[in-house]
């Protein structure tokens, strides 16, 4: 059981992009405990077509995380905004949603939200049971509680502004509307991506203005798609979605690098970071291959969005189609040529040229940056690769090689 | 009877600052006259504490000039932005009032506002009738409709950022709510002091958000006070109270110079511009003395916040005390001095100096500044007067003479 204020510290930062402050969240921990009450976090989602992916999790899993302390986590639908769309018009993006649309975009929300949340301790709320009820003279008292040049400075503003972007006034007060739903909430936390940090600071002032303690700031950072690079996105086609079918979660998961394995496990798992370095550990020691542990990650998500029965097909089938389907009965063995190893790892274009996969390390690197180079089941993007396990198994294209270590 | 277009145009644009755009006005008098109703003409008042003086009636007299030629002008009282306050609380002058201060406030209002508006053709409105009923949504909408840069366009505003001294967001939206209490008047014309020009030019964007024509803007110039130079203002001492008695208002009008008299001619009183130019060609030709026009402008000004008979009284009484009593019975008489006048007019400090009312040109100039000269009972601080009338009656401390021109 995590029960103390430093180990519980110690499992809600795992994963976090900045905590405002540590500190400030361990008295509030130590505070709330006294008072016999679980701390209240929230998190604010737009109500707008939910289809999560992998990177929309990491957020979700870091509430879950509050929750399985015994926290009360508010799930917070940004009805009112989205019931205003964009009313300057310049955005198409963003229609006004109704209130049946909206209704309809929160039950499909618990759907895939449940997932990760337990759904009989979990509170959700509309930011229209306050906001839809504040007067002109309401809004006028809130927005006399922070200036323009404060607002100003948030990083898009203060670009749009120097650039001459027109930025509208009620841009204006969507964050200070933000900020009341953490007084209307009675917050003390507000968690977001790194992109809402002003935001969530901004609510820490407000707070103060309506008498209420600051709420702690947590942000969770934005997760890398499966290239390893740019943001997971629908639109780049690098994501994993977490209504996709278990064998094409646990295939696509399978394709990642072995370091954004590391950053999915810190982001997409419950395992902590002591757990995780007692991993690292045994493959630097060669007591384990990485693929063991990619294949270990893939069946735990697989679990979260499906099922522990799911996640053991998909990982059969995966066995089946992937690894020995295609890999030959026979494939050939060999020592690591010289000259391919360095300090940091093993070079792959040498790798590949020595062991005959490609008639030139040139072509090698060609291979490699068009993706056709697999290592150990996983597509090799990197020039250099760590060595770990006991073994290389090598495809290129259609040629195999195994290189003992 | 005013009734053509121009005609209205002549008088409507008599002693106003700004009219934008006069085209406009032309057009909107012809439609509105087309469509068999009058104009709606719109200005606001802060329900704080009326006592007024005569620089506030600049503004009620032109709301008179719309009301003489038969258009609807609506008194608008700022009842919601008065409940408001300044919330940010750095502005102490700025409590906000209770709805029984604002009802109090406004009969004070109506009993001074009706010695020059008629009663029976002026609306008095509060904005609160809408804005109070707008919701958080309604507030969004409106301010989508502008941006953040054009109003910190506003003087006031840009020098402050500029400054960094905090303008808080509440105050970003006091010009929307004015633009749009226009809307929901449905203005034809709003006017206001010089300083609410950047005020009422948004009316005109966000009527047009609003599917509505752009009213036409109309700002008063401010009024200088006794002296001359200073803005009218009760801290500075230099206004005339319009609740004030008779004799008090009569008397410290007799007391401003003549050039400060046309102004006020212009801006004081329902004289058209052909009339007051008829005035001044007597008596640059010698056949009216500047002191007959001035005692006709305070007989005129006491008439409008009094009556007509108390005007009389007021004028006999400043004859006798003033003017008879105080000058001997016997002043000695004598030409106009060698060498005082010049083609500007006469050199004061030199005329007391060689009429033998100072020792010498110095001293007469430290009398001047001082305050202790009087010609034709009214006191003089420029050195230099144009020569009007056929005698200066010139009073320097106890000292009296005539100097016949």
Redesign the interface.
Known sequence: VLATPDEQLTYLKKGLSELIREEDLRERIILRAKEGRPLRVKAGFDPTAPDLHLGHTVLLRKMKHFQDLGHQIVFLIGA?TA??G???GRNATRPPLTLEEIEANTETYKSQVFKILDPEKTEIRFNSEW???????????????????R??ERDDFSKR?VA?T????????YP??QAYDSVALQCDVEMGGTDQKFNLLVGREIQKDYGQPPQIVATVPILEGLDGEKKMSKSLGNYVGITEAPEVMFAKIMRISDSLMWRWYELLTDTSMVEIAAVQERIARGDMNPMQAKLELARTIVADFHSPADAGRAAEEFNRVVRQKEAPAEIESAPLPEGVAGPNGINVDKLIAKTGLAPSVSEARRKRESGAVEINGARVSDLVIPVSGRELLIQVGRKWKRVLL
Chains 1, 2 share one sequence.
Do not use: N
């Open positions: 009112t019931m205003i964009d009313p300057s906001l839809a009820s504040l007067s002109f003279l309401d809004v006028i008292r809130l927005c006399s509680k922070y200036t323009v040049a607002l100003l502004y001459g027109p930025i509208s006034v009620h841009e204006l007060l200070l509307a």
